[in-house]
């Protein structure tokens, strides 16, 4: 009695099973990589809210007088 047919399609399976989850990993990581670039660019485009513009670049009528009675 010939077993070998009966076992070779549990290796396949098991074989199949390993490489679809290589390419589910390797899929992973590369969309892991997407959105970290996305991130960082994202960051990067952000205008340092801190920095001030400068008086003299404003026009005369913005930026000299504040109204606190609103």
Do not use: F
């Amino acid at each position: 009695m010939d077993i070998s047919g009966v076992m070779a399609p549990a290796a396949s399976q098991v074989t199949r099973q390993k490489v679809g989850d290589a390419v589910g990993i390797a899929v992973l990581n590369k969309a892991m990589d997407v959105e970290a670039q996305a991130a960082s660019e994202l960051i990067n485009s952000v205008v340092n809210q801190t920095q001030e513009i400068p008086t003299e670049k404003l026009p005369p009528n913005l930026g000299r007088n504040i109204d606190v009675t609103a």
